[in-house]
């Protein structure tokens, strides 16, 4: 891409792709707000880029995202570093997100994963771990879904092989889920 304007235009164009996927986020709001009204928390976990979109997104919840509301209950799994950093040395990488959902997890929450390639070892196992306590999984993809593809309840997958492009499209869909929980669980809007 040669200027800001090229690249605008191609994020357009993937935007334009990503219509289709109205009615599997519509889904996936759906299914998040009825287990967040039963009394669940939604939890959010990613790598790298990924890890910083999990941790913004909960942030919005647990804050505001549009308006002053009481807080929905939300925690990205990467911001705990003592957890982080103990789990990776004591049982490896790959289960530093299964183990916390392990710990705190319940059968009315929810879990977000985000991995713009979705091989990531560490997401692939949290989605197991939700699956064994009966946790919806809704999981951001992008590419063609990778070894994750077809493992959560929903998959929302950006067809782009940009990673930049796949985690802005990521972000934007989870300000989107945010708007939307917002205006399903709280008194006003």
Do not use: W
């Not at 939604?42 to 009481?70: P, T």
């Amino acid at each position: 891409m040669k200027n800001f304007k090229e690249y605008c235009f191609r994020q357009t164009e993937i935007v334009a792709l990503s219509k289709s996927l109205n009615l599997v986020i519509e889904e996936a709001v759906d299914q998040i707000a009825s287990r967040m009204k039963l009394g669940g928390k939604l939890l959010f976990c990613g790598n790298g880029g990924s890890a910083a979109e999990a941790q913004h997104l909960a942030a919005e919840l647990m804050g505001r995202f549009n308006y002053d509301r009481s807080p929905l209950p939300s925690l990205a799994l990467t911001v705990d570093t003592s957890a982080l950093t103990a789990i990776s040395n004591d049982y490896g990488y790959e289960h530093v997100f299964s183990r916390q959902l392990n710990g705190i997890a319940s059968a009315n929450d929810a879990l977000v994963s985000l991995s713009a390639s979705g091989n990531s070892t560490s997401i692939i196992n949290a989605i197991g771990a939700a699956k064994e306590q009966n946790i919806l999984t809704v999981t951001l993809l992008g590419g063609d879904g990778g070894e994750a593809r077809g493992l959560s309840d929903i998959d929302i997958i950006i067809e782009s092989t940009e990673t930049y492009f796949i985690q802005e499209l990521h972000l934007m869909i989870g300000h989107y889920i945010c708007y939307q929980l917002e205006k399903k669980l709280c008194d006003r809007l």
